[in-house]
Antibody, heavy 127, light 111 residues
Framework: EVQLVESGGGLVQPGGSLRLSCAAS????????MSWVRQAPGKGLEWVSV???????NYADSVKGRFTISRDNSKNTVYVQMNSLRVEDTAVYYC?????????????????????WGQGTLVTVSS | QSVLTQPPSVSGAPGQRVTISCTGS?????????VHWYQQLPGTAPKLLIY???NRPSGVPDRFSGSKSGTSASLAITGLQAEDEADYYC???????????FGTGTKVTVL
């Protein structure tokens, strides 16, 4: 079964750091695009970061320079190191696999979709 | 501030048909990027509902359908059921922002 399980959330003071983990099973993270998406309380979804199969990374402007996405192939796990946390970073953080190959039609799509998603982990930044 | 705009809410009686619009621009939906849709039931993670504008993953009922035209896309739910009450989000890619973008989200209420 393809599954993602996040961990590492919690309460942290403004300016603090936290590392979230996303353990994958049923597929290999190193051959997929893996993203973090967050959702502030009562708000919509916001894409945060992606690590491509090549190892290249990309970030939303709101977290660039503060967050670092990485992966450990031996543990089949993706991480996001979050530094200089702000109150506005408070959210449920989801990891998700980004798929761009349509196995039904046997073709690549121009942009990816997120499936599956983990259950999410709550990060609260507050003093 | 999302670049994809959805109506905040739509509602319908059981059995009715409702549609949710997702309006973008020439740098995302209008730039031939696909639109994907997600369903988020209360207190749960989002779940893929439609990918590639109109394709349903295995297990998604055929009551859900998607379409795209120009700079907009739509999700239709026919034969509305109580369990369809949830938040729905569209998603695409924006080449001026160089990132994936989500819609503002729509809450579907079954009357």
């Amino acid at each position: 079964e393809v599954q993602l399980v996040e961990s590492g959330g919690g309460l942290v003071q403004p300016g603090g750091s936290l590392r979230l983990s996303c353990a994958a099973s049923g597929f290999t993270v190193s051959t997929n695009y893996m993203s973090w998406v967050r959702q502030a309380p009562g708000k919509g979804l916001e894409w945060v970061s992606v690590i491509y199969s090549s190892g290249n990374t990309n970030y939303a402007d709101s977290v660039k320079g503060r967050f670092t996405i990485s992966r450990d192939n031996s543990k089949n796990t993706v991480y996001v190191q979050m530094n200089s946390l702000r109150v506005e970073d408070t959210a449920v953080y989801y990891c998700a696999r980004e798929q761009i190959y349509d196995y039904v039609w046997g073709s690549y799509r121009p942009n990816g979709w997120f499936d599956p998603w983990g259950q999410g982990t709550l990060v609260t930044v507050s003093s | 501030q999302s670049v994809l705009t959805q109506p905040p809410s739509v509602s319908g009686a059981p059995g009715q048909r409702v549609t949710i619009s997702c309006t973008g621009s020439s740098s995302n939906i209008g730039a031939t990027y696909d639109v994907h849709w997600y369903q988020q039931l209360p207190g749960t993670a989002p779940k893929l509902l439609i990918y590639g504008n109109s394709n349903r993953p295995s297990g998604v009922p055929d009551r859900f359908s998607g379409s795209k035209s120009g700079t907009s896309a739509s999700l239709a739910i026919t034969g509305l059921q109580a369990e369809d009450e949830a938040d729905y989000y569209c998603q695409s890619y924006d080449n001026s922002l160089s990132k994936s973008v989500f819609g503002t989200g729509t809450k579907v209420t079954v009357l």
